[in-house]
């Protein structure tokens, strides 16, 4: 699986003009499964991401995560999914997506990174999969980070 993740201060994902999905401070996380990719996949990426220290301590040092911060207004998840992660480029300017799950994987995996984030943590938020939507955020820092969380077909 693959996140790009951005640390923000708001974020907000709308479906035809209506926000279906808001948090405060916290993170934006675009995901995208991969061919091969599985429910061991979907776990690692959500423990990374309630784990990933990416907000700062009482010294200013990127050293807290979302379980640290906690929920509220602040340590919120939004989940968008983002099926555009996997493009290869290097066969010319028009991207391949060959290495993006089918639909019916990538949504069932998509919804289970959003059940086992929601089992977890208090504030997750999601756009629509497969719909046309508008991402709204302040990014903070800015810190954006990709994360990869390899399959076994992927060190085939």
């Known amino acids: 699986m693959i996140a790009l993740v951005q640390r923000v ?6 479906v035809d003009g209506a926000t279906v999905g808001a948090i ?13 990719d599985g429910e061991a996949q979907a776990e690692r990426l959500v423990d990374k991401l309630l784990k990933l220290r990416v907000f700062a301590d009482e010294r200013g040092l990127m050293n ?6 906690g929920g509220g207004a602040v340590g919120g998840l939004l989940l968008v999914s983002q099926f555009t992660l996997a493009a290869d480029t290097r066969g010319g300017n028009r991207p391949s ?56 077909t992927a060190a085939a």
Not at 64 to 69: A, E, G, V, W
Not at 110 to 137: I, K, N, T, W
């Open 9 to 14: 201060r708001e974020a907000r994902v709308e």
């Open 24 to 36: 405060g401070r916290g993170l934006l996380a675009l995901v995208c499964a991969e061919v091969g």
């Open 64 to 69: 807290r995560s979302l379980q640290d911060l």
């Open 97 to 152: 997506f060959t290495r993006a799950a089918p639909a019916a994987l990538g949504e069932r995996l998509y919804e289970c990174v959003l059940s086992r984030a929601r089992e977890r943590h208090p504030v997750v938020a999601a756009g629509v999969f497969g719909a046309d939507m508008q991402v709204h955020l302040v990014n903070d820092g800015p810190v954006t980070i990709p994360i990869t969380i390899p399959n076994d």
